[in-house]
Nanobody
Framework: QVQLVESGGGLVQAGGSLRLSCAASGRTFSRYAMSWFRQAPGKERERVAAITWSDDKRYYVDSVKGRFTISRDNAKNTVYLQMNSLKPEDTAVYYC????????????WGQGTQVTVSS
């Protein structure tokens, strides 16, 4: 069992930066690939970034490539999403998720953290 708690969301102006954190409980965190999803009002939830359990590969959706960076610290049971050059269209609730395969099925979800980017 893995429990995930996100933090770091907030209100930022366009062009600004935020770093989201996701703290995981459980000793098996390092076995899981981790992802960040987001869901904007009226839109489907989409995965924006993923990282393998060993951090040997990172994946991004095209809309965030070059602006967002996913990373993890297995010693701290934490995964991060550094978001730079934020745009109003990045406004959404951001969720972290754990699964056995990066960009695969999700086994565990966090509760989400709101990110709002003003123009």
């Amino acid at each position: 069992q893995v429990q995930l708690v996100e933090s770091g969301g907030g209100l930022v102006q366009a062009g600004g930066s935020l770093r989201l954190s996701c703290a995981a409980s459980g000793r098996t965190f390092s076995r899981y690939a981790m992802s960040w999803f987001r869901q904007a009002p009226g839109k489907e939830r989409e995965r924006v970034a993923a990282i393998t359990w060993s951090d040997d590969k990172r994946y991004y959706v095209d809309s965030v490539k070059g602006r967002f960076t996913i990373s993890r610290d297995n010693a701290k049971n934490t995964v991060y999403l550094q978001m730079n050059s934020l745009k109003p269209e990045d406004t959404a609730v951001y969720y972290c998720a754990a699964g056995l395969i990066a960009w695969g099925d999700v086994d565990y979800w966090g509760q989400g953290t709101q990110v709002t980017v003003s123009s």
